[in-house]
């Protein structure tokens, strides 16, 4: 029985119907002035992208937009938007939209900051060296939990798999949650993204406790978490 416990999370976390327009402040706290703005094609539809750009280029910082995260992102893309990222002097990375377009925020801040190819970092916890670029989180569905968790996926496509890289030091700086960016949503994506935000809820009731006796984990999965989803839609009988 675990006797001692920690708790890691975001840390800054900005929320409020009409929070995006904080983001100028965060960033000059940030010391922020070359800003890549990372999320998809949805999202930029929606007008989204262009609302933040708008907020970008009226606090005098120098934005460019990378928005062509698909969902699951392969490593081929990280690597792409990595050199995106260094053609522009990025020192300060946005994810906006769904979990997608956060975890690829959250790789391309670390090798923004550390280099090296995303592979180099997977196998095993606690694989960064330290701090990542400056990272603000912009949540546009209620469902993933990205914004403060210690996780970044991507899909290995040369070996069919996804993989996982997991460490504190990957968690954004700042998590800027505007309920206001939800609406619009397809309803299809806001229903998957209540039922994401449900299976974790009804996950974290039903788990086994994680006894941790001689290392400490810093992402724990639980091994419900798979039945769950299965029950919720409708593929177990």
């Not at 930029?44 to 750009?53: C, E, F, P, S, T």
């Not at 039903?206 to 091994?223: E, G, I, M, P, Y």
Request: proline share 5%; hydrophobic share 40%.
């Amino acid at each position: 029985m675990r006797t001692t416990w920690d708790f890691y999370s975001t840390e800054r976390i900005v929320f409020g119907n009409g929070a995006i327009q904080q983001l100028g402040e965060i960033l000059q706290r940030l010391g922020a002035k070359n800003v890549l703005l990372i999320s998809d094609p949805g999202i930029k539809q929606a007008g989204i992208v262009d609302k933040v750009l708008a907020l970008l280029e009226q606090a005098n910082y120098h934005a460019v937009v990378y928005d062509q995260v698909i969902p699951e992102p392969p490593i081929d893309s990280a690597l792409e938007c990595y050199e995106f990222a260094k053609s522009q002097n990025t020192d300060a990375v946005i994810g906006l939209g769904g979990g997608s377009s956060i975890d690829m925020a959250k790789i391309v801040a670390l090798l923004v900051a550390h280099g090296g190819h995303p592979l180099d970092y997977y196998g095993g916890e606690n694989q960064v060296p330290g701090p990542i670029a400056p990272l603000v989180a912009i949540p546009t569905t209620a469902g993933t939990g990205s914004e403060v968790t210690s996780v970044s996926v991507l899909t290995d496509v040369k070996n069919n798999l996804k993989v996982g890289i997991s460490d504190n030091y990957l968690r954004p700086t700042v998590a800027l949650l505007d309920p206001e960016l939800t609406i619009g949503l397809p309803s299809y994506v806001t229903a998957c993204s209540g039922i994401d935000a449900l299976s974790h809820a009804i996950e974290a009731y039903t788990a086994n406790h994680f006894h941790l006796s001689k290392q400490k984990a810093v992402f724990c999965f639980k091994v419900q978490f798979p039945l769950v989803m299965l029950l919720l839609t409708g593929q177990l009988n």
